[in-house]
């Protein structure tokens, strides 16, 4: 199971090839550029300076989805499966057969390419999914960052208790040695979701296990005193194979403060 993660963030090493507009990748999160206020080196242990997300929303909670023809039909259900999750914890809906330009696209990756554009960007939203990037778990995760949430484990804040610190430290010996995987635990503020709307969270889908980006096998990051009993869950909802152990409270949490409390049942049940 961890090889699948450690093949699949491997695989995002592979980046956009999209000229325009300008993203910046890190990990498996694709940011527009012009959403990132930079702040210190990203992907070192920046003792000053922080980067900051200041992404937008989807209008209305509305994310129109537009798959590519070579993706078959079992996989465009355990898509919309991982959609449905958010859409049981916010005000958030997939929807199929709008025009391009407005769409996420879902494309087929190269074999363990995982990614997605991070928050909503006009006219270039993309999730791509390789080989080994089809389960319910990573499909959340990716649609965690199309929805705007970036890693809780690269969180950053002004509150020690809200602040990644408190609760591991990155082992940045043990990451692969390329911008795009140390990017992935650089510490990043948003904007769009502060720190103080939630709790740390290890069991969100948004946290990686210690085993993504690790190269050698070791940990990237480890616990803190008095954390390693929560650190068992850091990752594990990735290997989540039913709706019910998808999302964390907290994550539900986020997604409701993002876009508002979900639909009612009626609407679901139509
Ligand atoms: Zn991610």
Redesign the pocket.
């Known amino acids: 199971m961890q090889t699948i993660v450690a093949v699949a963030l491997l695989g995002s090493l592979v980046s956009s090839a999209r000229a325009e507009p300008a993203t910046v990748q890190l990990?498996?999160?694709i940011f527009l550029a012009e959403h990132l206020n930079r702040g210190g080196r990203i992907g070192t242990q920046a003792a000053s300076g922080l980067t900051e997300y200041r992404g937008a929303k989807w209008a209305q909670g509305i994310l129109s989805i537009r798959f590519a023809e070579d993706i078959d039909d079992a996989r465009r259900a355990i898509f919309l499966k991982a959609c449905a999750a958010w859409s049981r914890a916010g005000n958030i809906r997939c929807l199929e057969g709008s025009p391009e330009e407005e769409a996420l696209t879902v494309n087929l990756g190269a074999p363990g390419e995982c990614n997605?554009t991070v928050g909503h960007h006009p006219g270039y939203n993309a999730v791509r999914l390789g080989e080994g990037c089809w389960t319910l778990g990573i499909i959340a995760?990716?649609l965690?960052?199309v929805l705007g949430l970036i890693?809780e484990h690269q969180r950053a804040s002004r509150v020690p208790e809200l602040d990644r610190d408190a609760y591991i430290t990155i082992n940045w010996d043990n990451i692969e040695d390329n911008p795009i995987a140390r990017g992935?635990f650089s510490k990043m503020k948003s904007l769009l979701l502060p720190s103080e709307a939630t709790a740390y969270d290890f069991g969100s889908i948004?946290h990686?296990h210690p085993q993504g980006f690790s190269r050698g096998g070791g940990p990237t990051f480890s616990p803190t005193p008095g954390h390693e009993e929560e650190f068992g869950r850091a990752g594990r909802s990735w290997w989540c194979s039913k709706p019910g152990c998808l999302l964390s409270a907290l994550d539900k949490k986020a997604a409701a403060f993002l876009y508002g409390p979900p639909a009612a049942a009626s609407a679901s049940a139509r």
């Open positions: 990990g498996d999160q997605a995760h990716e965690g960052h890693h992935a948004m990686y």
